[in-house]
């Protein structure tokens, strides 16, 4: 600090005062002063860049720790700050490139990798995470974090009976660990065994009583088990202990409206506004509420109100375009839609919205593009293998219908909806006999099925 002017040098004092006390307002002027002073301050960047992540502000506190990066280019600790405050704003190529830094100049650097592999996570990339998980186990074998992070990596990547013997593991370390508790009774919930996850998540509960989390997961255990009244209590408690707590709000409202109650929907999604503004969500979930109510157009106006505010997200474009569909806005839907996909050109529920509106806009083959990538971004999404069926089927390939249809049906073998449109693909494929079976296994199912009894007696004309 040599060499600097005495009121930079005070500022500087009170500034790490205010910050070790919590006092992150007076630090933040005080870390402003000096940089008013001497713009290049690499501690007063880096402080001022932490508090400002502290308060959840991503962008200044990724622009002041871009300034410290700058100023310390082999200093991994400012890139690994870097890396998490761009983590925290969801920026995953950002946070990736950063921690590849950290660990250019700290190949073992364990912070980094932990960070990483929940990066990974975050970013839907489970084979990325599981290895940076395994490599923080490899360096830390013993410690109950590490077992946790290499758990919560085999879950993403589908391996639940791996993660659950991680989870296991970290619990044997460290006995009564919340965090493995909770991540243990996910696994057991994740694999059809809720009622074992019950005793602990009731037990995590016990040791974090005001943990709004764990209430979240507790409820969708009990959803399994169809326990509905118990499961939404459990959702608005988490949401009376955390009003910002989104996915309790997110949760409470799908199953509100899984329970068709349109007044207490509406009430809801009022009460999420209410609670968080600014959030995205909570407007989608507000317009979801007014269609349900049958005002598409009051909904359409409230989200373009959103975005014309400055909230915004994909998911709140992919809903709007989804609302002026409905409106009979085609072109604008459209548009909207296309603003959703240049955010997020693998979204599904994007990419299918996208096709739907194609095709109600008589454009066949664009309907059938999107489709085709939204089967193949999705995977094992249902709606994306049967739409893309669908459009096959709209252009008179009948043969590579019944094979899309096929593939839906794996995942929902009887989904009443998909089993007649089997039976409609194979009817256009001339396969008469099996399309007769597949319209009477939907109505084993759904006896009153509109499409399917009239489709059958399309089979099976009278006098036949």
Known sequence: MSGLP??????????????????????????????????EHAEASWMLGVLLRKRGETDAATEALTR????????????????????????????????????????DGIDALALLAEVEIAAENPSAAVAAAQRVLKLRPDSAPACVLF?????????????????????????????????????????????????LYLAALRSAPGAAGILVEFAA??????????????????????????????????????????ERLGEVARDAVAALPRSPEARVMQAVALVARGDVAGAAAMLEQALASGIDSLRLRTALGSTLRAAGRLDEAAAALEQALAAGPRDVNALLESALTA?????????????????????????????????????????????????????????????????????GALRVEEARLRCRDALSVAPTHGEALALLRLLDPPGA
């Open 151 to 199: 758990g919560a990596a085999c879950a993403a990547a589908g391996g639940l009976a791996e993660a659950e013997a991680a989870f296991r593991r970290a619990l044997d370390l460290a006995p009564g660990d919340v965090d493995a508790t909770v991540h243990l009774a996910n696994a057991l919930r994740d694999q059809g065994r809720p009622a074992e996850a019950e005793p």
């Open 359 to 427: 095709r109600l806009r008589g454009r066949p083959e664009d309907a059938l593009a999107l489709a085709r990538r939204a089967a193949e971004t999705g995977g094992r999404d249902l709606r994306a293998l049967a739409f893309h069926g669908t459009s096959l089927r709209d252009l008179g390939r009948f043969g590579e219908a019944v094979r899309a249809y096929e593939a839906a049906l794996a995942l929902a073998p009887s989904d009443p909806d998909v089993l007649v449109a089997l039976a409609q693909a194979l009817r």
């Open 6 to 39: 005495t009121g930079i040098d005070t500022a500087l004092a009170q500034a790490r005062q205010f910050f070790a006390a919590g006092q992150l307002r007076d630090a933040e002027a005080a870390f402003r002063t000096v940089l008013a002073f001497q713009p």
């Open 68 to 107: 410290v990066v700058r100023l310390l280019p082999r200093e991994p600790a400012a890139w690994l700050e870097l890396a998490a405050a761009h983590a925290d704003a969801l920026r995953h190529a950002d946070a990736r490139e950063a921690l590849g830094r950290v660990l250019r100049l700290q190949p």
């Open 221 to 262: 255990a009990l959803l399994r088990m169809g326990r509905l009244d118990e499961a939404e209590q459990a959702y608005r408690d988490a949401v009376f202990r955390r009003r910002d707590l989104e996915a309790g709000w997110v949760n409470l409202f799908e199953l509100v409206r899984r329970r068709g109650n349109v």
